[in-house]
């Protein structure tokens, strides 16, 4: 008899496939007493050395294949396995305690576990956890890597980032949690390798056993274990299904962007590394609304020269010439630097602070711009002074590089994100400065409800439906479009099915999204009226909360558009 597991649909598509567990390294381990500290210390410095090994290996292998969440994952975990302050904790604590590798490594996590991060903190437990179950698996002889030599479906309690870095395409045909969510970094780096995937089952891994029969449905949430021949064949003819809905949607690859009513929008991508440049136009991209220049500096051990800046932007325009493409100067804040404050150190703040950093990138933007249609934007701008003294920054160095006979574009456009309330509130003034605007929808939620962007249940308050949140966006198109200015939106948000026929109908111009993201997109702009969408947006921002908010838009398209075939997000 079949088995019917539900979950969380974290990435779309539909396989059937052996099950293959996913050894746990990350259960508890009793504390032990050892009579020869020496060898375990010994231990103890091997399972670091294998480690630092095995994460170098993950790096070089995810480096062409994944965004940013992976490699600031993965470079903040070499930098704890080669910190000689933990390992040197660990060894201590060995001495001291006459207690096993392995003890002193679980009683360590168990502290660290126990305490109660920032935001900022929660990115390194997270790498330390992760770090820490490692080192287990070695001292245990416990792996979590997955040893292969046929298709299966990962099953396990969870997966890290770096976990699923090392995940190969080929013989991976599907992933399944008991924990996690839609929005966790690895869930997303799952949807990246076109994985389907379900999540938060709470008991896969009890209920699977090694080579069993599963089906994943991840456009539903669903695993079948042991599937009838009947349920066999009845998710091969759905699984047929999807794949000829993916390639109707490659057929809207060169289409424009047009409503049912002839409004005319742009859909970008959202870029981190070299290798999505060339995805672009298979994806539909028309041009690039967010260029993370962050990746270029996550290497602490390669200093990044103006040369190379210079390469990688102009690789960027290249990749689109007949498409604007917009270049987030570098946003090395505290949620990619350990240690560091979360609202004061970052963004434009902190470029302004290191004024040569900063003068080094934008003399390198300036340099690119001649090979394409740039736009640079400056994250996390708060205030008019701030916004002002990079403008004339970005103006002295201009004048330096013509001066010395370097070629720079006449035409381009400078703009700034809008991230926090008081951006919103003052984007009327900014508007008169700002070539244009983008709205990073994650941290504008954040800051508006005082909140974070995590799967805690207590955490009820983010959600990008909010009437607060509509309000606050339509207050910063009206803002650009009385200056004329044009406006863009990334971010989680732009991805959300039922905000984007709000977005639409309160006049963003561009959506800024991830590649996989732009053609079901367009797909649903194509079945839209911007003109029928008014009253719906009208009623929506009288509501008072996102439920509503939710209920009315679903029963909407249900009715007016029900093509689109969209559900409630998780």
């Known amino acids: 008899m079949s088995k019917l597991l539900s979950g969380i649909a974290a990435s779309g598509g539909i396989v059937i496939a052996p099950v293959h ?56 975990q070499l930098a704890l396995i080669n910190d000689w302050q933990f390992q040197a904790t660990l060894s201590r604590r060995v001495v001291s305690e006459k207690i096993t590798a392995a003890s002193a490594v679980q009683a360590y996590l168990d502290e660290q576990a126990g305490l109660t991060p920032s935001r900022a903190q929660q990115a390194r437990l997270t790498s330390l956890q992760d770090v820490g179950h490692r080192l287990l698996g070695h001292l245990l002889d416990r792996t979590t890597m997955p040893r292969l030599d046929h298709r299966a479906v990962i099953v396990a309690h969870q997966v890290s980032p770096s976990l699923v870095a090392s995940f190969d395409p080929r013989l991976v045909a599907g992933v399944v949690t008991d924990q996690g969510g839609a929005t966790a970094h690895s869930a997303l780096l799952v949807a990246e390798l076109g994985l389907p995937a379900v999540v938060g089952t709470h008991s896969a891994t009890t209920q699977a056993a090694e ?55 742009q859909i970008a991508a959202n870029v981190t590394l070299p290798a999505e440049l060339k995805q672009l136009a298979q994806a539909g991209a028309e041009g690039i609304g967010l260029y993370r220049s962050e990746y270029l500096f996550l290497d602490p051990a390669r200093p990044v020269t103006e040369e190379d800046q210079v390469a990688a932007y102009k690789a960027a325009l290249l990749a689109m010439p007949k498409h604007r493409v917009v270049i987030r100067v570098q946003d090395l804040g505290a949620d990619k630097q350990p240690g560091a404050n979360l609202v004061t150190d970052r963004g434009i703040r902190r ?41 004339e920054i970005l103006d002295q160095e201009k004048r330096k590089l013509v001066a010395a006979g370097h070629p720079v574009a006449d035409q381009l456009e400078v703009g700034m994100m809008i991230e926090t309330p008081a951006a919103v509130l003052m984007a009327d003034q900014f508007a008169k400065y700002a070539d244009f605007f983008s709205i990073g929808s994650n941290d504008l939620v954040q800051y508006l409800f005082a909140t974070e962007r995590t799967t805690s249940p207590l955490n009820h308050h983010y959600s990008v439906l909010n009437p607060a949140v509509l309000r606050a966006i339509r207050q910063v198109i009206q803002a650009a479009h009385a200056e004329g200015k044009w406006i863009s939106l990334c971010g989680e948000m732009a991805t959300v099915k039922l905000a984007q026929p709000l977005l639409l109908a309160m006049g963003l111009d561009e959506f800024s999204v991830p590649l996989a993201a732009i053609l079901p997109l367009r797909q649903l702009i194509r079945s839209l009226s911007v003109r029928q969408l008014q009253p719906l947006v009208k009623k929506a921002l009288a509501l008072e909360n996102d439920d509503e908010v939710a209920e009315l838009v679903e029963a909407w398209l249900a009715k007016q558009a029900p093509q689109a075939g969209l559900k409630q997000p998780d």
């Open 21 to 76: 567990l996913l050894g746990d390294a990350k259960g508890p381990v009793e504390q032990q007493i050892t009579t020869d500290v020496n060898h375990e210390v010994e231990r103890l410095h091997d399972s670091f050395r294998i480690t630092a090994d095995e994460l170098t290996q993950i790096s070089r292998q995810a480096s062409a294949n994944y965004g940013n969440e992976v490699q600031e994952t993965l470079q903040t």
């Open 351 to 391: 470029l302004l602070a290191e004024p040569v950093i900063l003068r080094t990138q934008l003399r390198a933007l300036l340099r690119a711009s001649v090979y394409g249609q740039l736009a640079i934007m400056f994250p996390f701008v708060a205030t008019i002074d701030e916004f002002q003294r990079a403008l």
């Open 211 to 265: 080579d069993m029969v599963a089906i994943v449905d991840g456009e539903h949430g669903k695993l079948i274990l042991q599937p009838t021949p009947q349920e066999i064949d009845h998710y091969q003819r759905l699984a047929a299904q999807y794949q000829r809905k993916q390639q109707e949607l490659g057929a809207l690859a060169t289409a424009t962007t047009v409503t049912a009513d002839g409004s005319r929008y």
